[in-house]
C-alpha cells in the first residue's frame, strides 16, 4: 500500500494559504475498505476534490451520480459531483489510479468537489474585490471524507 504525491499545479496565483505545501494529486488505499481513493486539485479554482474507486462486481459499477442511493450522496461533501471511469492521460493529472496488490486495474469513480457555497476557493483568495468567505476544505478534511464514502461504500457492495 503506498502513497503517490503529485506537485503539478502553480498555487502563485492563488497566493498564500493552507494549499502551498499539498499535493495536487494524491492517490492511497483506504486502510478500512482496501478501495482506491485520489485527492486531485481543480488547476483553475485550486479546490481540492475527492474520489473513491469502486471494482467492476460492486452493484454501484457504471450508475451516474443521478443513480446513486442517498447513502452515497450523504457522505460525499457536498454531495456526488462525478462519476465515471479512468480518464487516461497523464498519471499526475488524471483521474486514474496505479493499482497496489489487491486493487483491481479498472475501477468506476464516484467523486465530490469542495467548491461549495460555504467553501473558501484558493482563486478568490487574491482578489482585492472579493472578501474571501467559508472554510478551506483541506488534504486531511478530503482524506476523511473520502474514508466516510469508502466505508458505505464497502457496506453496499457487502449487501448484494
Not at 114 to 131: I, N, T
Request: charged share 20%.
Amino acid at each position: 500500500m503506498q502513497t503517490r504525491e503529485y506537485h503539478t499545479v502553480d498555487k502563485q496565483p492563488f497566493g498564500p494559504g493552507p494549499w502551498d505545501n499539498e499535493p495536487d494529486k494524491t492517490q492511497w488505499q483506504d486502510k478500512a475498505t482496501g478501495l482506491p481513493c485520489l485527492i486531485k486539485r481543480n488547476p483553475e479554482l485550486g479546490i481540492l476534490c475527492g474520489y473513491v474507486g469502486i471494482p467492476p462486481q460492486h452493484p454501484l459499477y457504471g450508475l451516474t451520480y443521478d443513480d446513486m442511493p442517498d447513502a452515497v450522496h450523504e457522505a460525499a461533501h457536498g454531495g456526488l459531483t462525478f462519476t465515471g471511469g479512468c480518464s487516461h492521460g497523464d498519471e499526475a493529472t488524471s483521474i486514474c489510479h496505479i493499482p497496489d496488490d489487491g486493487e483491481p486495474d479498472t475501477v468506476w469513480w464516484l467523486g465530490f468537489d469542495c467548491g461549495h457555497w460555504g467553501d473558501l476557493k484558493p482563486v478568490f483568495a487574491q482578489m482585492k474585490r472579493h472578501s474571501p468567505r467559508g472554510d478551506y476544505r483541506d488534504r486531511a478534511y478530503v482524506e476523511g471524507v473520502c474514508a466516510r464514502m469508502a466505508q458505505v461504500l464497502q457496506q453496499m457492495g457487502a449487501q448484494s
